[in-house]
């Protein structure tokens, strides 16, 4: 099963609206901005609020894989990344797949296994919910993310069989998403280029193959950067 969040038809910033909101927040220098925290984490904490955003879950989910547990305080539901896999697909963007794992933890009684089967379908929805429509004010997951799939879901407990104080379903999704690295370019002011073009020199001439000698210069001064108050353009 797969929630598409959208279509990317490129990698530029222009086509890629999620890679250019998080490079936005790091380019604006806010304090307390995207750039302040990975993707992973922003991802991991949006899955944490929009699943907060749920009546029967409200304050216990927690982005985190460790939490003091009793039975008086479940249901609690644990979120935590576990491999963050990456394929390169040009020289400055990644393609990212992100394993996610939502840990659903109820105390163990005769309706444990219902009350797992009734939080894990309300998980499943909402993700897909923000994923398709991305209206959520709560996260914006979906601005964050390329598609999210479910993977699978494991059911175990804890103590000895039919003796059990909790029980507990592991939820695995994956995230796909672009990560481009950081890249600073404040010092570049001026662009000098060099010109060796094919030429009738050679003999006999080869209008295709330059000819190893040096045509022209260029001092090309871009409209930014240090040099741009002593040079304007």
């Known amino acids: ?11 530029d910033h222009g086509d890629n609206p999620r890679l250019a909101a998080w490079s936005h927040g790091c380019a604006s220098g806010a304090e307390g901005g995207d750039c302040m925290n990975s993707q992973r984490q922003l991802i991991r904490h949006a899955v944490r609020d929009v699943l ?39 020289d400055f963007t990644q393609l990212r797949e992100l394993q996610l794992k939502i840990i659903v933890i109820v ?3 005769v309706d444990a296994d219902d009350a797992l089967d009734d939080l894990c379908n309300a998980i499943e929805a909402q993700i897909e919910a923000q994923m398709n429509s991305g209206s959520s004010s709560v996260a914006q997951l979906a601005s964050l993310v390329d598609s999210a799939h479910y ?16 029980t507990q379903a592991v939820m695995q999704f994956k995230f796909s998403y672009y990560h481009e690295p950081a890249q600073g370019f404040d010092d ?46």
Do not use: W
């Open 188 to 233: 570049l002011g001026q662009l000098n280029v060099r010109f060796d073009m094919a030429s009738p020199r050679n003999d006999p001439p080869a209008p295709h193959t330059p000819d190893g000698q040096l045509d022209a210069r260029a001092a090309i001064i871009l409209p930014f950067g240090p040099l741009k108050e002593r040079n304007p353009v």
């Open 52 to 90: 907060n955003a749920t009546p029967s879950l409200a304050g216990r989910v927690k982005a985190s894989r460790t939490y003091p547990l009793t039975a008086q305080n479940c249901p609690v539901v644990l979120v935590y990344t576990e491999r963050d896999a990456a394929t390169k697909s040009n």
């Open 151 to 166: 993977v699978d879901t494991v059911f175990t407990y804890q103590g000895a069989d039919g003796r059990a104080e909790l």
């Open 1 to 11: 099963m797969e929630f598409k969040g959208g279509t990317l038809n490129g990698l």
């Open 107 to 109: 105390q163990a009684d």
